[in-house]
């Protein structure tokens, strides 16, 4: 089957790390997508991981292990503005795509 | 520049009729998706279309019809068939040679 599970909701704090696991289990698997959605609009693109490893752009940094079916993007330097939801979706080779629910962070002062 | 339009960007109806959302693109993208979300949830698909003239259910295509005439335009319609028809609907595009999709703004319909 398809499945993605990514925890519902965090909190952190202003100037701290978080991470935000997802593991999957799907078929066809070509790469992982994160994507940051604020409330009521649509979801922008943060990284995509097709290969093992961890890629850095910035403050965020995404992790992927196929092997173990997993991923995590991690925030530095959190800001109040990074408040919002962090989609995880997986693509396969028929360029479908499914979505976790969504981690919904919250960044507290 | 270019991008995806959806309009309108909030859209009522009364039970019972049929509505159609409009998704424009001008990035000469092959592919065309629609999505539903819900509160709180992700993003399920609806349809998909790889090609003009070609698309093809996603996960719950029922209560919903679209069609791919151009390459820049997939419209959605929300029939009386879908039984709850109220959330927010995103279009999104992807090149052929590229596994990204772009996302339109989004349409929240409410039924009343």
């Known amino acids: 089957g398809q499945n993605i599970d990514q925890p519902t909701e965090m909190t952190a704090t202003e100037g701290a790390i978080v991470q935000i696991n997802c593991t999957y289990q799907?078929?066809?698997?070509?790469?992982l997508f994160w994507y940051q959605q604020h409330a009521g609009e649509a979801p922008t693109f943060l990284s995509y991981n097709v290969l093992d490893g961890l890629e850095e752009k910035g403050r965020f940094s995404s992790f992927l292990s196929r092997s173990k079916g997993y991923s995590y993007l991690l925030l530095k330097e959190l800001q109040m503005k990074d408040s919002a939801s962090y989609l995880c979706a997986t693509t396969s080779g028929t360029y479908k795509y499914i979505f976790g629910t969504g981690t919904r962070l919250k960044v507290l002062a | 520049d270019g991008g995806i339009t959806q309009s309108p960007k909030y859209l009522f109806r009364k039970e019972g009729q049929n509505v159609t959302l409009s998704c424009e693109q001008n990035?000469?993208?092959?592919?065309m998706y629609w999505y539903r979300q819900d509160p709180g949830q992700g993003l399920r698909l609806i349809y998909y279309s790889q090609i003009v003239n070609d698309f093809q259910k996603g996960d719950i295509a029922e209560g919903y019809s679209v069609s791919r005439e151009k390459k820049e335009s997939f419209p959605l319609t929300v029939t009386s068939a879908q039984k709850n028809p109220t959330a927010f609907y995103l279009c999104?595009?992807?090149?052929?040679?590229?596994?990204?999709?772009?996302f339109g703004p989004g349409t929240r319909l409410t039924v009343l």
């Open positions: 799907t078929s066809g698997f070509n790469g």
């Open positions: 990035l000469n993208h092959d592919a």
């Open positions: 999104a595009s992807r090149r052929g040679t590229s596994d990204e999709q772009f």
